[in-house]
């Protein structure tokens, strides 16, 4: 699919083995320009490093979601060098370990599920708020999302509701960019050993549990998370918004 001459912004690439970074790859292979984001100093030399792989000219850019002034300085930086935008990917999640491990009710803590919410799922809508008059026509937002939104997955616990929320949030703000003809959608991904989930305890039992009991019997790839990314994000898909769509190889019509 051709994305030449298409600006996309990825959010939350931490490693090579991310999603975030597949697409990024995916996208630049297809003929995007690049914006990549990092969170820290600490990731810095990580995303140089992926971007440097990339296809044609790509630009990198600090970005912590859970302040409101580095989302302001990274459309400032995304007019600067680019004046306007047509894709945005918002691959970032995040709770307190302690949080994803044990029960529940008994490890849930208010400052742990504002943390999970906001980083997880209001800065999807921040992003959408600040970039909203510089997202061309025809422009595409997706997100990354996970079953746990919607079933009870060992461990997975308060970011389960952090990605229910999610979920909502493209729905809602699906209808309200809809009339510009941005459109919002999500990706409901299976499990990947990823630098993310290495947080989760019991991952790898989780891995397991998704090959014995999908359709295709198998875990799916960061490829093809990014590959379906792409269909979104052109207009192959140009009828699609509001949606999840899941990328898991069946797992999610599993039954007993």
Same mark, same amino acid.
């Given at each position: 699919?051709?994305?030449?001459?298409?600006?996309?912004?990825?959010?939350?690439?931490? @490693?090579?083995?991310?999603?975030?970074?597949?697409?990024?790859?995916?996208? $630049?292979?297809?003929?995007? +320009?690049?914006? &990549?984001?990092?969170?820290?100093?600490?990731?810095?030399?990580?995303?140089?490093?992926?971007?440097? +792989?990339?296809?044609?000219? $790509?630009?990198?850019?600090?970005?912590?979601?859970?302040?409101?002034?580095?989302?302001?300085?990274?459309?400032?930086?995304?007019?600067?060098?680019?004046?306007?935008?047509?894709?945005?990917?918002?691959?970032?999640?995040?709770? #307190?370990?302690?949080? !994803?491990?044990?029960?529940?009710?008994?490890?849930? /803590?208010?400052?742990?599920?504002?943390?999970?919410?906001?980083?997880?799922?209001?800065?999807?809508?921040? !992003?959408?708020? +600040?970039?909203?008059?510089?997202?061309?026509?025809?422009?595409?937002?997706?997100? &990354?999302?996970?079953?746990?939104? +919607?079933?009870?997955?060992?461990?997975?616990?308060?970011?389960?509701?952090?990605?229910?929320?999610?979920?909502?949030?493209?729905?809602?703000?699906?209808? @309200? !960019?809809? %009339?510009?003809?941005?459109?919002?959608?999500?990706?409901?991904?299976? #499990?990947?050993?990823?630098?993310?989930?290495?947080?989760?305890?019991?991952?790898?039992?989780?891995?397991? %549990?998704?090959?014995?009991? $999908?359709?295709?019997?198998?875990?799916?790839? /960061?490829?093809?998370?990014?590959?379906?990314? &792409?269909?979104?994000? $052109?207009?192959? @898909?140009?009828?699609?918004?509001?949606?999840?769509?899941?990328?898991?190889?069946?797992?999610?019509?599993?039954?007993?």
């Amino acid at each position: 699919m051709n994305l030449k001459n298409k600006k996309v912004l990825i959010i939350g690439v931490a @490693s090579k083995r991310s999603i975030a970074a597949s697409i990024a790859q995916v996208f $630049s292979d297809n003929g995007a +320009e690049i914006a &990549l984001t990092y969170q820290n100093e600490k990731l810095k030399s990580r995303v140089e490093d992926i971007a440097s +792989e990339l296809s044609g000219n $790509s630009i990198i850019c600090p970005c912590d979601l859970a302040k409101d002034e580095d989302i302001s300085n990274l459309k400032k930086f995304i007019q600067e060098n680019w004046s306007d935008i047509d894709i945005i990917i918002h691959s970032a999640a995040f709770a #307190p370990r302690e949080l !994803l491990n044990g029960d529940f009710v008994e490890n849930i /803590t208010r400052e742990g599920f504002q943390i999970a919410h906001d980083i997880s799922s209001y800065s999807f809508a921040a !992003l959408a708020k +600040e970039f909203n008059d510089i997202i061309n026509e025809n422009g595409s937002m997706i997100t &990354l999302s996970y079953l746990g939104s +919607e079933r009870v997955i060992k461990n997975y616990n308060v970011m389960g509701l952090a990605k229910a929320s999610l979920e909502a949030n493209v729905r809602y703000m699906s209808h @309200s !960019l809809g %009339h510009k003809n941005i459109r919002v959608n999500g990706i409901s991904a299976g #499990p990947i050993k990823t630098l993310a989930a290495s947080g989760i305890s019991g991952f790898n039992e989780i891995l397991k %549990h998704v090959e014995d009991k $999908s359709a295709l019997k198998r875990n799916i790839t /960061t490829v093809e998370v990014a590959n379906t990314a &792409l269909f979104l994000a $052109s207009q192959s @898909s140009s009828a699609i918004t509001g949606q999840i769509i899941y990328v898991d190889c069946g797992f999610n019509i599993s039954g007993v």
